[in-house]
């Protein structure tokens, strides 16, 4: 690597005022330490509490959806919104090989096959325009549901993800889930503050799921949401995360097997803070954003990635295109060696162990996308 890298590695420290950059902080102030407090001093830490309440109004309210369930964790969210979207034993439902593992275990969880399809290198999320091609070369539609012709399982659902917070080809995706049949579940784990041609991501598919976790672009410490305009699916979804107990004063009776995924007061309750300094993040990703374009300059074989037309991303992770020039275990050893942590996009699922006998489309764009993209810090703080 030349000087030319030593010196962005070096103003990319200047610019945190600091000899180690993380990959992604979160960013407390005192708000965060007033709700915790309160949970604290009032006792109210745990499975009820006012917290809960008020974080899934607020978020539900923020990204404009009639309900919002809080959860333990993103992939929670996922689990219950596959299967109150109706994902049943067998079925396959599709999704990008190219996506965090939680994805593909939430499909899982449901006892569903996933079935991996591409990416489009504009959005890198699922390419409806490939996608639409190959459902109708190996699905088709018996009584109002979609098979797979060569494993005669249904295909029950579509999870586009929102990769690094900009949005898919939301328009091409709803389309296309209407004429197979297919639920669409967003996996908005990424894109709190992303918006499709002005509407937030999260918002397009029948329910959907999203996730506060450490590293994302706020955090509740662990914790998810599943949300959803269809308040009966909402209330269902609530009974079951909260081990589907009938509401009584005192007796303790559950009319299904439920899972005990509620969010504790005290996480919600950081949530709520976190949500208030929002409109503040995005400012600052988007300020970030530009900043990189500036370090970058002079720097050969390197593009930052820049939102797709009809998306006003979150920029959650600042993300670098790498040309056939760089190596880019090469880039990541020298960024890490010098401070700045980065890393690369996830080992596509298809390649792991558990899921390589799983049915997959033609994968040519997540390969090449696999070698070519790096995650750069990408702190607001
Ligand atoms: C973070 C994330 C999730 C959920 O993760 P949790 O750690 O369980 O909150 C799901 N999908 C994607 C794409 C993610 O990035």
């Known amino acids: 690597m030349n000087e030319q890298w030593i010196q962005f590695a070096e103003r990319v420290k200047e610019m945190y005022g600091k000899d180690f950059i993380p990959l992604h902080e ?106 639409a091609v190959y459902l109708q070369e190996i699905a088709e539609v018996r009584n109002g549901e979609l098979f797979n012709k060569q494993t005669n399982r249904r295909i029950k659902a579509l999870i586009p993800m929102h990769t690094f917070g900009h949005a898919v080809h939301l328009d091409e995706l709803v389309a296309l889930a209407k004429k197979y049949h297919l639920v669409l579940v967003e996996d908005a784990a990424e894109s709190l503050g992303t918006y499709y041609k002005g509407k937030h991501t999260g918002t397009f598919g029948k329910v959907n799921a999203m996730s506060f976790n450490g590293n994302k672009i706020i955090t509740t410490g662990g914790g998810g949401a599943i949300l959803t305009d269809d308040i009966a699916l909402a209330e269902y979804a609530k009974h079951l995360t909260t081990t589907a107990k009938v509401p009584h004063k005192w007796e303790y009776v559950h009319d299904e097997i439920g899972y005990n995924y509620r969010m504790p007061n005290i996480n919600a309750a950081l949530g709520c803070a976190q949500l208030e300094k929002m409109d503040e993040f995005l400012i600052q990703k988007k300020q970030l954003t530009s900043k990189y374009d500036e370090l970058l300059k002079g720097l050969n074989g390197v593009k930052l990635f820049k939102q797709p037309t009809h998306s006003d991303s979150n920029y959650w992770l600042q993300t670098i295109i790498l040309d056939e020039t760089l190596d880019r275990d090469e880039v990541l050893a020298f960024l890490n060696e010098h401070g700045v942590m980065s890393r690369p996009i996830w080992q596509p699922i298809h390649k792991l162990q558990m899921y390589k006998k799983c049915p997959k489309a033609n994968l040519q764009n997540t390969t090449v996308l696999e070698q070519t993209i790096i995650n750069i810090a990408s702190s607001v703080s």
């Open 26 to 131: 979160p960013t407390f102030n005192k708000k965060e330490v007033e709700y915790i407090t309160d949970c604290v001093e009032t006792g109210w830490v745990s499975s009820v509490g006012a917290y809960v309440t008020r974080f899934e109004e607020d978020l539900a309210k923020f990204v404009g959806v009639k309900r919002a369930v809080a959860v333990v964790n993103g992939t929670a969210a996922l689990h219950i919104a596959l299967k109150v979207a109706g994902v049943e034993a067998n079925d396959e439902v599709l999704m990008p090989s190219l996506t965090f593992i939680a994805t593909a275990n939430a499909v899982s969880y449901c006892q569903a096959v996933p079935h991996f399809i591409d990416v489009h290198e504009e959005t890198l999320g699922v390419d409806p325009f490939k996608l």
